[in-house]
Structure formats: structure tokens, C-alpha cells
């Protein structure tokens, strides 16, 4: 119980609610004491733990080359590392990347392609993207910027290229010493102006390495 000790503009000592009333040095304190916040650690939370620990550690990695320059100059109220991390959480299940066709490497109003093939060689250390050029149709130009994300599932790496390529290209082709042959390879491809004023939502395939 509190009590009031000069009256209702007085302060106060003793306890109400979750303030403490006190006194230091003969100066009347009032102090909020701490919410008693439950964590129950049920299944749902944890999980939950689980994928974010999975998007941020790949987000570490995609951050300079991916996360920095296109979705940082479109993200609102928030950082681009926090909006892709929102965007991308449930396409993890515990800490393992494993949604792979609902990732978007990047999202924005840019027309892109409808669709895209990945392939990759072992031999020749390649991965290939290759589309159909769409320039001029709504608002896509020539030279918009080919961006290229591509996620090797068995070795559990990342690649990125983006400026390489532009649209009228039709192909962007990534050096990939790493890739085996059987690798089972998960691509993204997106377009942005060179200015970056404006991207694309990304589109995805998937392929196994040949020899």
C-alpha cells in the first residue's frame, strides 16, 4: 500500500500498482518497476527463434552485395536489412532455408520477366540465367540491369551478380568454381535501372549441376 504523505500533490511512499514511491536525500522519487514478462518457450516461439536465426545469418551474407544497394533505397519506416528479413522469414523452416519459390531477392514496381531457366556446369563452373528480353513493354528499357541470385541448396552458398547483364542481353552468365556436378541449384533474377530508381519483384527456377 502507498502512502500519501503531504497530501494528493505529496509524495508518496510504498507501492501501487507497478510504481514505488520513495525518497532520496529528502527528494520525493516515484520509480515504474518492470513488467513481469512472461516466456513460456512454447513450440511456436521457438520456431519462430529458428527462422530468424536462419534469415539473419543469410542476411549477413547477402547484405552488401544485395541487401544494401536494392532494398535499402526503398525501404520505408524501416531498414532494407529489416524489410528483407520481414519479407523472407517464412521461406526458412527452423534455421534451413528450405521455401525456396516464395524468397524474393528483391521486390519493387519494375516490370521484370514472367519467367526465366537456370542451368549450371560442373566443368565449365558456370551458372547460366537466360530469359526472354521483354524491352519495351510497360516500363522496361534495354538497359535496365540483370541481377542474379543464385543459392546452392547442397553445399549451402550463396552467389550474386548484379550489372553484368543488362535486359536486351537475354543472359547473364556467373563464374561458380565451387559447383559440383548433382549440386541442386535455386535462382533469382530481377532487373533494376542502373540509377536503381527502380527494381523488380524477383522470379525464380531451379536446376541440378551437369557435369
Do not use: C
Not at 522519487?29 to 536465426?53: C, D, E, G, W, Y
Request: net charge neutral; proline share 3%; charged share 15%.
Amino acid at each position: 500500500m502507498g502512502v500519501i504523505n503531504q497530501g494528493i500533490l505529496g509524495g508518496f511512499s510504498g507501492k501501487v500498482a507497478n510504481i514505488v514511491g520513495s525518497s532520496w536525500k529528502g527528494i520525493a522519487v516515484i520509480k515504474s518497476r518492470p513488467l513481469s514478462v512472461a516466456n513460456p518457450n512454447t513450440a511456436a516461439q521457438q520456431a519462430q527463434r529458428n527462422k530468424m536465426t536462419g534469415i539473419v545469418a543469410a542476411s549477413r551474407i547477402l547484405l552488401a552485395a544485395l541487401i544494401s544497394p536494392f532494398w535499402n533505397p526503398f525501404a520505408q519506416r524501416m531498414s532494407g536489412y529489416n524489410m528483407f528479413v520481414r519479407e523472407n522469414i517464412d521461406t526458412f523452416v527452423g534455421t534451413v532455408f528450405t521455401n525456396f519459390s516464395s524468397f524474393f531477392s528483391t521486390r519493387g514496381s519494375l516490370l521484370g520477366v514472367p519467367s526465366f531457366t537456370l542451368s549450371a556446369s560442373a566443368a565449365g563452373n558456370t551458372v547460366t540465367l537466360a530469359w526472354t528480353d521483354n524491352s519495351g513493354t510497360a516500363d522496361a528499357l534495354a538497359t535496365d540491369e540483370a541481377i542474379g541470385v543464385v543459392y546452392n541448396e547442397t553445399q549451402d552458398y550463396w552467389l550474386v551478380d548484379a550489372g553484368s547483364a543488362i535486359r536486351s542481353d537475354a543472359t547473364l552468365s556467373i563464374t561458380d568454381n565451387a559447383v559440383l556436378a548433382g549440386n541442386d541449384m535455386h535462382g533469382y533474377l530481377s532487373f533494376s535501372r542502373p540509377n536503381v530508381s527502380k527494381v523488380s519483384d524477383s522470379v525464380y527456377d531451379d536446376a541440378t549441376a551437369a557435369a
